[in-house]
């Protein structure tokens, strides 16, 4: 078999893996596939540009259309990012038969659809496991692994920057801001660290593996999303005093057909396998309604890692064209997406409130869980040194989201309570 | 697409999950293979007996021979178990160009290059994800989510009943003996418990895993085994008392091509992901050069947890027949196989000495481990109330296994020494 002829569009720190990998393991994939597998041009903003990774003037290019347009390409590798553009040349190398790598997760959870059907429409294929967990195999073990499966719930630890965050002020009790600059300073956030820190860039991936966990397509929009900036030492302190971990998941839920599907920080107990994973490392928790509790742990980011996951698809796409199947295996979304309404959503919920001090407080608290059939699982009422005033702790039992929301809408009319300070949902 | 027909072989606790999934699911799988699963013949031993499922009669039968030579049934789902009986209808299965999907870990460990070629030779395809890890689909991610990596560790927990009995001990305080009578009236553990806590269960798994891990065949007789049967209520209070649980892993290695493979109860520090795995979950944790570490956990055993793995190797078969290219996707253990010797394993070890209670007892000690080269990370030496003698404990740096071995042999004749009471190897 001749040759598979790849093109790479972008050289940056993925870019730069998946071709230390190809190159590096030559005789390794060769045995897997049968034919060796070139990187044949390259993307690059600027041709000059020093690199620490010796590849041929020759190879580059800063034409994206010198790529796609070469009908010697067999594949296209797209680890450049972006959207709008990035999606015209991967429809445009659909159309001309090319095959597309891609671990863009920003493209696929906007136009996944779209792509996926322009792919079977070319009978070609689009494989894009880099763009959930780096170098976790979660993509293929959803669509595979559990294809036999109804999985019922997905939660998921998908962004490196807000668990490092989170882990060291949970560890070293540091300040959220602290920490932030000190995961800046070590390239684990962006100087602009908003899409992570909000949760934008774990509701993204939440929408790919809800889309293929449920089989029906989920749209970004319908992702319900609150981001870690505003949690504080305080509530972290509480959980682990509490035996939580305040972990940002995304929560991905199903219950007779109908799902929801969330981003927000939680309080995780301990005992749960997903309490422990700490730092930069990402989790994907599955629950199938057969399988059970199943986890995937491993690197969401880096070089390596995440081009582990590039190259692993550029195999399964080799091995395709060996076989003559390309374009035949995608999942298809086959459902129909119906959304859970906030009645319909249910969980525990951990509430922080600062009270007057004073006789029949959590008496008249209490009265408003009540009124509205929220039932407590746990109450603590305590002093503490930094607050003039009282601080009640509830967790809830299961109670639905619209119970919720009534109870703080009620809340903000109640004297007694000087602030809802924090509110999180609560697992494990 | 005619109705694809599944001759069952066994209708124990995995047949029976693998019914209840394959009727359960019948519109789910149907949307995803674009055709339906029939399940024609089950293979009983008794066709009388009362059943909790209701199956229709005519379709059980008590003669594999009736499902093997029937020319209607595409594949056979093999969950009776055994060896030479069973791998005999599996070749003769395969020569009739039917597909196999099965989970009998001892079949594969001892006959797996055997079966494999055959399924090849017949263009047929052969799937036995639920021989190992229960629920967790390892085997794909060894073949497809990590083809692009080298891996040159796999550490698994893959026998759930011996996990259970240390995570019981190691909780609950209770001894090797009660834990093993509870775990046999729980029906976690067999009336002849020796498969499960002698290692021999893990060995098999470990030859599955390793032999995919690193590409290798790799044959039972080539895992150092050592099971759980001699673990001291003593010993797991050290290991808590250092930092460590105690757990039965299966760990196989590579380093340039020279591979090891053994099960041995194992300290596990507490920080490691593998260490918090515990009752009868699994786990399989895999380092890659380039993915780096990764942990797939879930459960490894149980009729439904099976009976996942089983289906989605149905599913995978009936995709394959779809596309015409049964037989053609196995993986190859394409590498010459090279044992490391003792000389080349290298391990950090634990040792608990019972000393005589008298001055330069450490002294002694400590000159005939520098003699051999180990070098030691940590030593303890303290009174035991249960124990008139001294109690000695030391935790080696890496130190290769044959020097160890011969610590080991000239402790046999160091007077100081009443008894090496247990040598474990850590990890993590």
């Known amino acids: 078999m001749k040759p598979v002829k790849v093109g790479l569009l972008g050289l940056g720190t993925v870019g730069t893996g998946v071709v230390r990998l190809v190159e590096g393991h030559q005789e390794d994939l060769k045995s897997q596939v049968g034919s060796s597998i070139v ?3 390259i993307l690059v903003q600027n041709k000059a540009k020093q690199r620490a990774l010796h590849i041929d003037a020759d190879k580059l290019t800063e034409d994206p259309w010198d790529i796609i347009r070469d009908p010697e390409i067999d594949v296209v590798v797209e680890v450049m990012g972006g959207i709008a553009d990035t999606k015209q040349y991967i429809l445009e190398a659909l159309s001309r038969g090319k ?3 891609t671990a863009n997760k920003d493209l696929m959870a906007l136009h996944g659809p779209e792509i996926i059907a ?11 496991e880099a763009s959930v967990a780096g170098g976790i195999p979660i993509i293929r073990t959803l669509i595979e692994g559990f294809s036999s499966d109804r999985i019922t719930k997905i939660m998921g630890i998908v962004n490196g920057t807000t668990n490092f965050i989170l882990t060291k002020m949970s560890n070293e009790g540091a ?30 991936k939440m929408t790919i593996l809800s889309t293929l966990g449920f089989r029906a397509n989920v749209a970004l929009e319908d992702v319900s999303v609150k981001g870690i900036s505003s949690v504080s030492q305080d509530d972290i302190a509480y959980a682990k005093r509490l035996g939580y971990e305040l972990k940002l998941l995304g929560i991905a839920e199903r219950q007779d ?11 995780v107990k301990l005992s749960h396998p997903i309490a422990s994973v700490n730092g930069v490392f990402n989790a994907v928790y599955v629950y199938g309604e057969a399988v059970g509790e199943t986890m995937f742990y491993g690197a969401g980011a880096g070089e390596l890692p995440t081009a582990t996951s590039v190259v692993a698809d550029l195999v ?9 199947v390309n374009g035949k295996q995608g999942v298809t979304a086959y459902k129909e997406k119906k959304l859970k309404t906030d009645e319909q959503i249910s969980a525990k919920y951990f509430l922080l409130l600062h ?5 029949g407080v959590l008496a008249r608290i209490t009265q408003v869980f009540a009124e509205h059939e929220v039932s407590l699982q746990s109450v603590l009422q305590q002093p503490n040194p930094h607050n003039p005033e009282a601080e009640i702790i509830v967790i809830t039992h299961d109670a639905n989201k619209a119970a919720m929301n009534k109870v703080l809408r009620a809340f903000e009319s ?11 949902r609560v697992e494990g």
């Open 316 to 324: 399964a796409v080799v091995k395709n064209l060996k076989l003559g």
């Open 99 to 101: 095959h597309v790598v």
């Open 414 to 424: 109640l004297d007694v309570i000087r602030q809802v300070k924090s509110v999180y």
């Open 175 to 204: 300040s959220y801001g602290d920490v932030l600059k000190e995961a800046q300073q070590l390239g684990y956030a962006e100087s602009d660290p908003t899409s992570d820190v909000e949760g934008l860039d774990a509701a993204r």
């Open 355 to 359: 009270v007057a001090d004073r006789a």
């Open 118 to 128: 322009a792919a079977r429409a070319n009978q070609c294929d689009v494989l894009y």
């Open 39 to 41: 990187i044949e041009k």
């Open 257 to 267: 057909d109908y799902i929801s599907v969330s981003v927000e920080p939680t309080m």
